[in-house]
């Protein structure tokens, strides 16, 4: 199993900046990919960035890196917009085709 824990959310004014991170334990050798996703008020959850892809509504504005040595990945957003404001959730794919989700960090972008 791996487990997922998502940090770094918070109340943002619009223009502002918030790094998100995801540490990941447990068989984090059986992690095939990381990647975030958001789900904004009654909205489906979708994919905002991976480390080969970025939702067009966010291109230019986030960047996904990944520390391996810390088993971390981040989510660097900056320019952030109201269109923005969700719970943030960092989502692995292991080698085995499984699916691990953290418990999510909200993000609000409101002045």
């Known amino acids: 199993q791996v487990q997922l824990v998502e940090s770094g959310g918070g109340l943002v004014q619009p223009g502002g900046s918030l790094r998100l991170s995801c540490a990941a334990s447990g068989s984090t050798s059986s992690i095939n990919a990381i990647d975030w996703y958001r789900q904004a008020p009654g909205k489906q959850r979708e994919l905002v960035a991976s480390?080969?892809h970025y939702a067009g509504t966010v291109k230019g504005r986030f960047c996904i890196t990944r520390d391996n040595a810390k088993n971390t990945v981040y989510l660097q957003m900056n320019c952030l917009k109201p269109e923005d404001t969700g719970v943030y959730f960092c989502?692995?794919?292991?080698?085995?085709?499984?699916?691990?989700w953290g418990q999510g960090t909200q993000v609000t972008v409101s002045s």
């Open positions: 989502h692995v794919r292991d080698v085995f085709g499984r699916e691990h």
């Open positions: 480390i080969t």
